[in-house]
């Protein structure tokens, strides 16, 4: 059976190392300025490179660079060293879309991956970007019959790429919709002058907006077009979950997810999901594709960052669904606490620097940091190193820093960030 590649956003070397331990295939990350979130994420520098190839070849994750923005005349040198640099560190691939950087990628030889902001739509596109690329991302507005067909045709027809491999077809799985055609959107270029193109969309369209008029007739047919006040614009995340062995027998070999400017936490929660539901679809892991595995998955999935979900073009939808609101909607709110000061590893204690928030026992704790990567713990016991510890005691931060200890099986370092979970329903109750 086809099984797909998870191919994970890695916005910071937290998130990296988060997307390693939760089982992805490869990552994805912006270097400088060149990428199409230059401004949303934090992105790597040259100097970064040689270090994520030696970590991601140690753990078997290929690497992509997205080089993926327009470029201009004054853009090709900055363009031509990053794709230098990626190739000199081992980089796996560049994820472009600007002629000159496909151009360049052949001059020296980088492999690339042709980005969805080519509107890639149909087998004779694919056809022709096979010229210069192994795989194919394909625009997100195609539907999944015309995704299997796509899929067929390559097979039936052995369409190879630049490396003599079958042409691979990637596609987006979870996160992040534009309202704009496979985000080629112009509304913060038309607004404020900022280009989503070059990296520096500021989501103008996830705003509300009020409408005085709303309601247009078709004057040929009488058909009225109703737009409803709010969120005119802003739509919900993607979420492929529930008919996820369906993109897997259309033949996909690539699962993208998009979030690259979202936290260490979402991209460990979801890539593991994808992993699990993706390894029980072909068999590569004990149980199967149910429909109780689903809600579970949704269920965790929905504990971090979205907008609500939606299934895309996918199933044939003319547009996705809308937000109701300005942006997050996930069931659990983190709240920062302060960091870690020192781990224990004999002991298995961490003691944590309170700097911001109180916690208690019972509390549901959340540490990131660069080498950590994404650890969750439960404060089943704490102890303030100024008071009893048999001491049912609330830590307060309010005033000066408080140093607790708390027993934790998995490893944390110093300056790694703590943070407390809580339910959204719990915080707005308490917060009344």
Request: contains cysteine; glycine residues 6%; aromatic residues 8%.
């Amino acid at each position: 059976m086809n099984k797909p590649e998870i191919m994970a956003p890695a916005g910071s070397f937290a998130a990296l190392t988060a997307a390693i331990e939760a089982g992805c295939d490869s990552v994805y990350f912006g270097v400088q300025q060149l990428n199409m979130r230059a401004r949303s994420s934090i992105n790597f520098t040259l100097e970064d490179l040689r270090e994520i190839a030696e970590i991601c070849k140690k753990a078997g994750v290929r690497t992509y660079v997205t080089l993926n923005t327009l470029l201009y005349d004054h853009d090709l040198p900055l363009m031509r060293k990053i794709m230098d640099a990626a190739k000199e560190a081992g980089i796996d691939c560049i994820i472009v879309q600007d002629v000159a950087a496909i151009q360049y990628a052949q001059e020296i030889g980088m492999p690339i991956h042709a980005s969805t902001q080519l509107s890639i739509s149909n087998y004779e596109s694919v056809k022709f970007y096979a010229q210069y690329s192994d795989t194919i991302v394909l625009a997100r507005e195609v539907d999944l019959p015309s995704i299997a067909e796509i899929c067929k045709r390559i097979k039936e027809e052995k369409l190879k790429g630049p490396s003599g491999e079958l042409v691979k077809i990637e596609c987006f799985v979870h996160g992040a919709l534009c309202v704009a055609q496979s985000g080629r959107c112009q509304m913060s270029l038309l607004q404020t002058n900022t280009s989503a193109q070059r990296g520096a969309c500021l989501h103008e369209c996830r705003k509300e907006y009020s409408l005085k008029e709303y309601t247009a007739t078709d004057t040929e047919n009488g058909e009225e077009l109703r737009i409803r006040q709010g969120y005119i614009m802003s739509p919900k995340d993607l979420c492929a979950l529930p008919f996820l062995d369906k993109l897997v027998d259309a033949g996909i070999s690539v699962f993208k997810i998009e979030g690259r400017g979202r936290s260490p936490q979402y991209v460990d929660t979801v890539v593991k999901v994808y992993r699990e539901a993706t390894d029980a679809i072909t068999g590569d892991a004990p149980g199967e594709f149910t429909k109780e595995k689903v809600e579970d998955w949704m269920k965790r999935v929905s504990s971090v960052y979205n907008r609500g979900f939606c299934e895309g073009y996918y199933l044939g939808k003319k547009l996705p669904d809308w937000c109701e609101t300005s942006g997050n909607v996930s069931t659990d709110e983190r709240i920062f606490v302060g960091e870690v000061s020192h781990y224990f590893p004999k002991a298995k204690v961490a003691e944590l620097k309170v700097t911001a928030h109180e916690i208690r026992k019972g509390d549901r704790l959340v540490i990131m940091g660069k080498t950590t990567g994404v650890v969750y713990t439960a404060v089943d016991e704490m102890m303030d190193t100024n008071e009893d510890p048999k001491k049912e005691k609330l830590i307060d931060a309010s005033g000066k820093p408080a140093i607790v200890t708390v027993k934790l099986d998995e490893r944390v370092r110093a300056n790694d960030k703590i943070y407390i979970l809580k339910n959204r329903k719990s915080t707005s109750e308490t917060n009344k």
